[in-house]
């Protein structure tokens, strides 16, 4: 009888061991976690702060290139990139919103663009560009992160 109690002890003691669950590792759950991000959208779109206010999140995208789009325009009016390029009535602006809120922008030109005088443009278009409201820049997981988009900016209005 002792066998048989001491046997059953035994079998007790090591059968905990299969009943135990396996904690995945912390390298593990990293991995998945990393594998469920999509890297190629952001949680939250840059924004200004006339923006802020709107809750619905494609209100608060449009509005945010709306007025991106209006202040390049505005700044470009007072140039004479229109007058020095008459048949110029498009330009394609490449705005990079850095994570500490800082604007980069660069001109797209099509790559058979010899008709203009793309480092003139791209000066005019740095000395113009410049004295913006403050930017709120776009948010992954809380994080600030860098954003680039492409806007179509209107020379010329008829």
Do not use: H
Request: contains cysteine; hydrophobic residues 40%.
């Amino acid at each position: 009888m002792k066998k048989a109690v001491a046997l059953l002890l035994l079998s007790l003691c090591f059968s905990c061991q299969y009943l135990e669950k396996k904690v995945p590792s912390e390298q593990e759950l990293l991995d998945k976690q990393m594998k469920e991000i999509n890297w190629n959208e952001v949680d939250e779109y840059p924004s200004v702060d006339d923006c802020e206010k709107l809750t619905d999140e494609n209100l608060r995208k449009q509005c945010f290139f709306d007025f991106i789009t209006t202040t390049i325009q505005q700044k470009l009016a007072v140039d004479t990139l229109s007058t020095l390029f008459p048949k110029l009535d498009t330009i394609e602006v490449r705005v990079t919103v850095l994570p500490n809120a800082t604007l980069e922008f660069q001109p797209e030109f099509p790559k058979d663009s010899v008709a203009y005088d793309t480092i003139k443009i791209d000066s005019i278009l740095r000395a113009r560009l410049v004295d913006f409201p403050k930017i709120n820049p776009a948010l992954k997981r809380g994080i600030p992160v860098k954003t680039q988009f492409v806007l179509p900016v209107i020379i010329k209005q008829e």
